[in-house]
């Protein structure tokens, strides 16, 4: 059964600094990974995806990396802001790119000023 | 291009009513997914259709919950009768043919009481 855990549950750090958030997940035997933000009484927004076959995705101050043999992705925003406070939300597809999504609890961000 | 959406976007209930969701997924995507978040815990897959037909529901919690998608476009996810531990934010997704990128909708708030 595949899990997915990130860690830390929640991060508060100043304006400015970059910062890392960490996913894992038990089965390696993946699809793809998503990286997604959610904000206070909204939905979903896709970050970054990467496909099993990729070690990592970029996008503006964004970075994901994929080690799927470890079982591990991470998140990396690059000069935080007040803006990119929300709950960071790492997901694995298993078989296809149409099978389930499986998400982890996600990872509380908050950017102090 | 409108995107997923869901209505409606809050609902309070007393436990033993009945309340059905609904969702409208991009225009043109077969794959048509619902997700729930309960208080404190990750999103859970609930189903998945491919069109008209349920792809897999194995995530579905118990009978008192109905999903369709008659013709293929929207689909309604109704709870009869709720419970108060049926509190949470549904969500809902949709992927074109083939699968990719899942968008999702804002949510539906739930709240039994």
């Known amino acids: 059964k595949q899990e997915v855990t990130q860690i830390p549950a929640a991060l508060s750090v100043p304006e400015g600094e970059n910062l890392v958030l960490n996913c894992s997940f038990t089965?390696?035997?993946?699809?793809?990974l998503q990286w997604f933000r959610q904000d206070p009484g909204k939905g979903l927004t896709s970050l970054l995806l990467?496909?099993?076959?990729?070690r990592e995705q970029t996008s503006g101050r964004l970075n994901a990396s994929l080690d799927k043999s470890s079982g591990r992705s991470t998140l990396y925003i690059a000069a935080s802001q007040p803006g990119d406070s929300a709950t960071y939300l790492c997901a694995v597809r298993r078989y296809s790119s149409a099978s389930k999504i499986i998400f982890g609890s996600g990872t509380r961000l908050s950017i102090r000023p | 291009e409108a995107g997923v959406t869901q209505f409606p976007s809050h609902s309070v209930i007393e436990k033993g009513q009945t309340v059905t969701l609904r969702c409208d997924p991009i225009s043109g995507h077969d794959n048509l997914y619902w997700y729930r978040r309960v208080m404190g815990k990750e999103i859970k897959f609930l189903l998945h259709?491919?069109?008209?037909?349920?792809?897999?529901e194995s995530g579905m919690p118990n009978n008192r919950f109905l999903a369709e998608r008659t013709g293929g476009t929207y689909s309604t996810l109704k709870v009869q009768p709720a419970e108060l531990e049926d509190s949470g934010v549904y969500f809902c997704a949709s992927s074109p043919q083939g699968g990719g990128e899942a968008f999702f909708g804002q949510g539906t708030r739930l709240t039994v009481v």
């Open positions: 089965d390696s035997a993946i699809y793809n």
């Open positions: 259709f491919v069109k008209e037909s349920k792809q897999d």
């Open positions: 990467i496909q099993s076959s990729q």
